[in-house]
């Protein structure tokens, strides 16, 4: 068993006072919360694995710790304060504003990890909003971001799903329309719930020493290789360097898997290039470089599908502005800006010769992949099912009319451009004929990095009602299948997505009201 500390707090100036009126705290960066009083809480969830890991000291079949009810004195929960650039705009001051962290704890690998509560009560930081979340918003940050944990792409985890047993109301079209919505609180888990945001604001009001402490204490903690590193290096540039490379792991996992964020907002990017915040985000079903689940998002698309590395080195340049303080060199910093550009494009390219099973990338692929994109999208095809398909294809060594196009396809089957697809898939034969490895090493490594299982918005919005009814039948059966993605799960969890979903408010796009 360990106990669950809060270093951050003696670290860095934080307001104690437990007042909870929402304001500006210039000389401080957080503030000490209590929870909100819960007396109905109830658990939906509890992820046994994660909850025995943390070794932590709270009996697991009682709400409490999920819903931060009956807190022991040694907690002392707070939420911090960061900044950050909303859709391209500064939007100065933001910080945890239903996000509360209990602490952190020493987990079996002797690591420490920090829990947060999302949804239990205001914060300083809450801007006017009541510090809640619906169960809807909290199912999809549960089952998702435990799916992209199994999927294999850096994310921050979920221990619990509890109802507050409060009603919340919530204008889900904003529309004037608002409507009560059952409360709910998850627990959320990551080495470090570091935000772009959290240096961006220390920045922005010029605190030097402070933004140096936060580095100091950030290169200590998660890149201490940093400290060994030979003492001419500028370990800001190194942190930089490791944030950026962190950032393009994540982002060629997204890519991967199809994974749009939706809103990725510099207070939305990790420091340790975890995938955060999940709200109106969705898994590519389509293929459309443009897609993008976010209403909000819908004007500019500045958050699309085929935008994501784009916006994410422009989340760095800002990043780089508030470490221009620290390293006092802004052309390195720039070097480490185009440095992103090329390690991304190397690194999505290695990742899309493995999703099709190809031993290594060639000069001429980038305009190979290009074709194949034009080939996706243009006949609407499923981006999950289409490498299931061409895997079983290949296995079953089948004539090229019998790829399985309608089953893949959004478009009405006289829609379908079967000769464009037959040509991509002669290229394709002749591209695997300079592959030096076997078919079967082929189909491992295709295996591998093409997942059955991806969660599809349409599946968590079902999912969603079902439990609001009460019947926690399909959360279940989503949580089985998204532990193991790769393995083929039940048929029926592998179809695409069904027509009738596909103007369906809530599912085929997603407000921020959360
Ligand atoms: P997001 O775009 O969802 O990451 O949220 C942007 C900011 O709004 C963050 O500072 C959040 O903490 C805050 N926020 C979002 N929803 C709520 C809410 N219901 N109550 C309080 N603060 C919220
Ligand atoms: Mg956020």
């Not at 490498?387 to 396809?409: C, G, M, Q, T």
């Not at 695997?432 to 997942?451: D, F």
């Amino acid at each position: 068993m360990s106990q669950l500390s809060q270093p951050f707090i003696t670290k860095f100036p934080t307001d104690s006072s437990y007042i909870l009126t929402q304001r500006q705290t210039p000389e401080y960066m957080g503030a000490n919360v209590h929870p909100e009083i819960f007396p109905d809480a109830q658990n939906i969830w509890i992820n046994d694995s994660l909850w025995e890991f943390l070794q932590l000291e709270f009996p697991k079949d009682s709400p409490d710790f999920p819903a931060a009810q009956n807190l022991p004195k040694h907690i002392q929960p707070y939420a911090t304060a960061y900044a950050g650039h909303q859709f391209g705009n500064w939007a100065g001051q933001l910080g945890d504003g239903r996000a509360i962290y209990a602490g952190e704890i020493i987990a079996k690998d002797g690591e420490a990890y920090e829990l947060q509560w999302k949804g239990v009560g205001a914060t300083p930081y809450s801007r006017f909003a009541d510090g809640r979340a619906v169960l809807r918003s909290s199912i999809r940050e549960c089952l998702m971001s435990e799916a992209m944990f199994h999927l294999g792409v850096p994310t921050t985890r979920c221990l619990s799903l509890a109802l507050t047993g409060e009603n919340v109301l919530r204008d889900i079209m904003y529309d004037g329309h608002p409507a009560y919505e059952k409360g709910a609180a998850v627990v959320r888990v990551a080495p470090s719930f570091l935000r772009f945001g959290h240096f961006e604001l220390l920045a922005a009001r010029n605190q030097e020493s402070l933004l140096q402490k936060l580095a100091d204490d950030t290169i200590e903690r998660y890149f201490p290789e940093i400290t060994n590193r030979n003492s001419t290096n500028n370990p800001y540039l190194a942190l930089f360097k490791a944030i950026v490379e962190a950032s393009v792991e994540m982002l060629v996992g997204w890519y991967r898997v199809g994974f749009t964020h939706g809103v990725m907002n510099t207070d939305n990017c990790s420091i340790l290039g975890l995938t955060i915040d999940y709200g109106p985000y969705g898994m590519l079903e389509e293929y459309n470089l443009n897609y993008t689940p976010n209403t909000t998002d819908l004007p500019g698309r500045r958050y699309a599908f085929g935008r994501q590395a784009e916006m994410m080195q422009w989340n760095l340049l800002q990043l780089a502005n508030a470490f221009v303080l620290l390293t006092k060199e802004g052309q390195e910093l720039e070097k480490l800006l185009d440095y992103f550009g090329k390690l991304f494009w190397e690194r999505f390219d290695e990742m899309m010769v493995q999703k099709f099973g190809l031993d290594s990338v060639l000069s001429n692929d980038a305009e190979w992949v290009k074709n194949w994109q034009n080939m996706m999208s243009e006949n609407q095809l499923d981006f999950t099912l289409f490498f299931k398909a061409l895997e079983d294809w290949r296995e079953e060594n089948s004539s090229y009319e019998a790829f399985p196009v309608a089953s893949i396809s959004y478009l009405p089957e006289n829609l379908i451009n079967k000769n464009q697809i037959h040509d991509f898939l002669v290229s394709y034969m002749d591209r695997l004929n300079s592959n030096k490895i076997s078919l079967k090493e082929s189909l491992t490594m295709m295996r591998k990095n093409n997942p059955w299982f991806v969660l599809r918005n349409y599946q968590l919005f079902e999912c969603a009602k079902e439990l609001e009814a009460g019947s926690d039948a399909s959360f279940k059966e989503l949580m089985k299948a998204l532990e193991r993605p790769y393995d083929k799960p039940d048929p029926h969890l592998t179809l695409k997505r069904p027509a009738k979903y596909s103007d369906t408010p809530g599912c085929s796009m997603l407000s921020c009201s959360s």
